[in-house]
T-cell receptor
Framework: AQTVTQSQPEMSVQEAETVTLSCTYD???????LFWYKQPPSRQMILVIR??????QNATENRFSVNFQKAAKSFSLKISDSQLGDAAMYFC????????????FGTGTRLTIIP | DAGVTQSPTHLIKTRGQHVTLRCSPI?????VSWYQQVLGQGPQFIFQ???????GRGNFPDRFSARQFPNYSSELNVNALLLGDSALYLC????????????FGSGTRLTVV
């Protein structure tokens, strides 16, 4: 069974600064996908960024980028130029490319942006 | 295009009652999944349906059931409600494969008293 661990329950960052959220996972599979989702108070889970395990290049989406270390099973999210609208719960998630299409989530990191 | 829509947004039920939650996926999405998110935790997988067939089931009791209709909308049913069933229930839809990630609805907040 896969597990996803987010060891930082809460993080805070000054507006316009950079913050990194940590995520580690455990799996015996080699073909999978990793995601970061954002959940603001509106409750809707919003996909921030995705990474394919077989791609060595780290994914980037505007101010969001990941540091994917497959051997270490680490998948951290870096948010650059933090904005007030980035305040939310952030969840790391794993899905295998085989078997049922089940997302396994971590417990989340609450990100606060300090004006 | 409308996103994933869920109804109702909130409801309160009494222990032992039954509840039905509804989900309409994004147009063209044939896969629908249900997740339970207890306060302070990450979502937990309940069911996945694709083309009206159950493709996966999480570690939930038989009191939980679901189905998908010909128009790909879905219902989640929970019987004999317990206090511990109080949670945010999220529906998510995707195209054939989830390689590009699910799109989630805003959820139904269920409170059992």
């Amino acid at each position: 069974a896969q597990t996803v661990t987010q060891s930082q329950p809460e993080m805070s960052v000054q507006e316009a600064e950079t913050v990194t959220l940590s995520c580690t996972y455990d799996t015996s599979e080699s073909d999978y996908y990793l995601f970061w989702y954002k959940q603001p108070p509106s409750r809707q889970m919003i996909l921030v960024i995705r990474q394919e395990a077989y791609k060595q290049q780290n994914a980037t989406e505007n101010r969001f980028s990941v540091n994917f270390q497959k051997a270490a099973k680490s998948f951290s999210l870096k948010i650059s130029d933090s904005q007030l609208g980035d305040a939310a719960m952030y969840f790391c998630a794993f899905i295998s490319n085989f078997g049922n299409e089940k997302l396994t989530f971590g417990t989340g990191t609450r990100l606060t942006i300090i004006p | 295009d409308a996103g994933v829509t869920q109804s109702p947004t909130h409801l309160i039920k009494t222990r032992g009652q039954h509840v039905t939650l509804r989900c309409s996926p994004i147009s063209g999405h044939k896969s629908v999944s249900w997740y339970q998110q207890v306060l302070g935790q990450g979502p937990q997988f309940i069911f996945q349906y694709y083309e009206k067939e159950e493709r996966g089931r999480g570690n939930f009791p038989d009191r939980f059931s679901a189905r998908q209709f010909p128009n790909y909308s879905s219902e989640l049913n929970v019987n004999a409600l317990l206090l511990g069933d109080s949670a945010l229930y999220l529906c998510a839809s995707s195209l054939v494969r989830v390689a590009y990630g699910y799109t989630f609805g805003s959820g139904t907040r269920l409170t059992v008293v």
